[in-house]
């Protein structure tokens, strides 16, 4: 699964709106489940309540999720309730009827002749029984229709977009009791979970200042002024430097001298550079030499790669061009000690009261989560070893506009 971390906010979703597909009829599909056709022939539509009522509760309250929704093409009231009531009695007429639920599922994933992604949404907005309640079900469904399915499928991708915050506090509230046995230095518990559920963790980009006032000028009606002929020209100058660079650092020099707004106009071709064979090899030989910094096991391996791929495409999009070995190093601590992180992603500034902390006689004007963290071993001959002198400055540009 992929995690989306974004701030909680306004939206036009009703609480507990979640996934929905459609589950073609066909062998091994009985259409008991829905109760109901769908738009295309041979479908039946089946949301998040009619999966959570045929599971027993997976996910939470039957009176949460959204409706029905025919890859986007609107929503039938009726067809809803009629899915309600076949739910209730499938679950009714079965002993075990998460297990047809999964059938339906490996089914789904067998047949598609395309990728599938679920979209799960404005999880921030509900109580922590239903988080954890959703998510344990959505691991329970891939993991079970993995050994189901009778030939190699597609793998779904489940995208959760919420704030990480409110999720990982769901899962410590409700495994409170293990808080304490199970933590890690730096990793408290509902970062665990986290870390479990999820391959990665996307937060969302901030905007630069140029397109910042390039959308409320359009906002507005007013031309910005930022295009002129000038301009123009850098910007074919400047994009023929970024698609002929042959490592990120060309790419990464390239649009260092540039201008704001032909860096911010050619992003994308950079991006799509980067993220050619060529360079992303080269890159990744030149991670390398991080591995000491990291944990001894592959899936820490795997993730700082993920990781550092995901920030360098974010923190280009916003126009910033931070180097290879301050990001490298960046990803290393926030897949080590993401609550260490979490706090200098808030405040930059704390990282000159981190690296003090040894010779400090007292760490009392730190976060109370930090002062024991900041005194571990490991964390000290991290930052000793570290190859770039971790600043305020430089972790502002690791973190892009997220940071305080």
């Not at 949301?47 to 959570?52: F, G, K, Q, T």
């Not at 002129?228 to 002929?244: F, Y």
Request: aromatic fraction near 6%; glycine fraction near 10%; charge should be neutral.
């Amino acid at each position: 699964m992929v995690a989306s971390s974004r701030d909680t906010g306004a939206g036009n979703h009703r609480t507990g709106d979640a996934f929905r597909c459609v589950i073609p009829a066909g062998p091994g599909n009985p259409r008991a489940l829905g109760g109901g056709r769908g738009r295309d022939a041979g479908a039946d539509l089946v949301d998040a309540d009619e999966v959570r009522g045929a599971g027993k509760g997976v996910g939470g309250g039957a009176d949460r999720g959204g409706r029905l929704l025919d890859r986007g093409q609107g929503r039938d009231e009726a067809a809803a309730v009629g899915l309600s009531r076949g739910a209730r009695l499938f679950e009714q007429a079965h002993t075990n009827p998460m297990r047809d639920v999964t059938a339906h599922f490996a089914w789904l994933m067998e047949h598609s002749p395309r990728p599938v992604v679920f979209l799960i949404d404005d999880l921030d907005r509900c109580d922590e029984k239903f988080v954890v309640g959703i998510l344990d079900a959505v691991q329970n469904l891939v993991r079970d229709a993995s050994r189901d399915s009778r030939r190699p499928r597609r793998a779904a991708a489940f995208v959760v977009a919420a704030d990480g915050a409110w999720l990982r506090r769901a899962y410590e509230k409700t495994y409170e009791s293990f808080e304490g046995a199970v933590d890690e230095p730096g990793r408290p518990l509902g970062y665990l979970f986290l870390d479990k559920l999820f391959q990665l963790s996307v937060p969302m980009p901030a905007m630069g200042v140029e397109t910042q006032s390039g959308y409320l000028g359009a906002l507005l009606g007013v031309d910005s002024g930022t295009a002129t002929p000038k301009t123009t020209d850098e910007i074919q100058e400047l994009r023929a430097r970024v698609v002929s660079g042959r490592s990120e650092l060309d790419v990464l020099k390239a649009l260092y001298d540039a201008d704001p707004v032909a860096r911010q106009a050619v992003v994308t071709d950079a991006i799509a550079r980067m993220s050619t064979p060529e360079i992303t090899t080269s890159t990744e030989h030149a991670l390398q030499r991080f591995a000491p910094m990291l944990l001894a096991n592959p899936r820490s391996m795997k993730r700082f790669v993920n990781t550092y791929s995901v920030l360098r495409i974010l923190r280009t999009l916003e126009g910033g061009t931070v180097p290879l070995d301050a990001l490298a190093v960046w990803t290393a601590i926030r897949i080590r000690w993401p609550l260490l992180a979490d706090h200098l992603q808030h405040d930059a500034d704390l990282i000159e009261k981190v690296k003090a902390a040894e010779e400090a006689t007292t760490v009392d004007d730190l976060p109370k989560p930090l002062r024991k963290l900041v005194r571990q071993p490991a964390v000290r001959k991290f930052l000793e070893g570290a190859p770039v002198d971790l600043t305020p400055a430089v972790i502002r540009s690791c973190c892009g506009g997220q940071v305080g």
